[in-house]
């Protein structure tokens, strides 16, 4: 039963993953400090509206992957379902279709993805590392099949011209303008389905059962939890997730290229040990999506506005990562050490 003294802020925290939210987001405001010190425009009115929008891709990846985590699994086909949807996208506009039914195709082949993934690795017990890495090079092998091999002329020149803008404009160069701040619409595609799984992993059986499976299988298989199909809807989420990626880098670049969305599985997981979804599953909540997409972008913004080379950027935001994850098997386990046999 529930004490009537107990200190709200100290039950707050001591709510599932809020802890290490809050602790990532003093780190993250300890960044942006630095990053402004080193460089005052990193805080200027021209550059947090490119962060933001910067951060939205990491957000929508982030969720995914989150999703994923949470089951004790990982989605490494991300970046090359991404990469399918634009080129699907841009291809089929180029070849004069209206964006609408190519949006549509695009995003049954992700979906279709989602599917795959989640049967290999539910019902046939493929580890989740090797089922992915196949559909990944699938994927990708896809996205260079579409328009063979070569990257796709401007959307905007092909005989829906109007609606390819119109997409561009919606997905992301549009914005709006709250109190003289410039807010642009992929960030508010990010926050929109942060809001609708967010919702779904807290206040839903999915939700329940998601948190489940990740934290003991044989046990949720006990208490009648469909974990294959648990499993599915978690790989369901993140290949739809990389489907509005991959759109909102078609609408970024104008263009499909064989090689977008390169590397955003790293992204993907990124955003979401940092921001404390564990990788052993069953812990962690979608605002640490959040923290942990900025913290990303931060990192990546601020030390291209401060001159710092690519390659060191990767190695300390790779750095990162791998520290956080550390951390993560340190706290649960409690040990460098494994568990003698």
């Not at 005989?159 to 919606?170: E, G, L, N, P, V």
């Not at 992993?201 to 003991?216: C, F, M």
């Not at 939890?225 to 997730?241: G, P, R």
């Not at 190695?315 to 649960?332: E, N, T």
Request: proline letters at 3%.
């Amino acid at each position: 039963m529930e004490k009537k003294g107990q200190n709200p802020i100290k039950k707050f925290l001591g709510q599932r993953g809020v802890g290490q939210v809050v602790t990532v987001f003093f780190g993250l405001i300890a960044l942006c400090i630095v990053f402004y010190i080193m460089n005052p425009n990193f805080l200027g009115p021209r550059n947090i509206p490119n962060l933001l929008r910067q951060i939205a891709p990491f957000i929508i990846i982030g969720i995914g992957q989150g999703y994923v985590l949470i089951t004790a699994n990982i989605d490494l086909s991300i970046g090359s379902v991404v990469g399918m949807t634009c080129m699907i996208i841009a291809t089929m506009i180029c070849k004069g279709s209206h964006p609408i039914p190519a949006i549509l195709v695009a995003f049954v082949a992700a979906l279709a993805t989602g599917v795959i993934n989640g049967s290999l690795v539910a019902k046939f017990k493929l580890p989740p590392f090797v089922a992915t890495l196949g559909t990944q090079t699938i994927c990708r092998g896809v996205a260079q099949l579409v328009n063979n091999n070569m990257n796709t002329d401007g959307i905007e020149g092909g005989a829906f011209a109007a609606a390819a803008k119109a997409m561009r404009t919606i997905c992301y160069h549009g914005s709006i303008n709250i109190a003289g701040f410039k807010i642009y619409y992929p960030i508010i595609i990010a926050l929109v389905l942060w809001c609708i799984f967010n919702f779904v992993l807290s206040y839903t059986r999915t939700g329940r059962h998601l948190y489940a499976v990740g934290s003991n299988m044989e046990a949720s298989k006990l208490s009648g939890v469909n974990v294959s199909l648990t499993i599915l809807k978690a790989y369901l989420v993140s290949a739809f997730n990389a489907g509005v990626v991959g759109l909102i880098v078609c609408a970024q670049t104008g263009t499909g290229t064989t090689n977008a969305g390169l590397s955003y599985e790293t992204f993907a997981v990124a955003a979401s040990v940092i921001g404390g979804i564990s990788t052993m599953g069953g812990t962690g909540i979608l605002s640490g999506v959040l923290v942990g997409a900025s913290v990303w972008a931060v990192m990546d913004n601020g030390l291209q506005l401060i001159g710092t080379q690519v390659g060191l950027k990767n190695v300390i935001v790779g750095l990162i990562v791998i520290v956080c994850v550390l951390l993560d098997v340190i706290r649960r386990t409690g040990s460098f050490k494994k568990k003698p046999a």
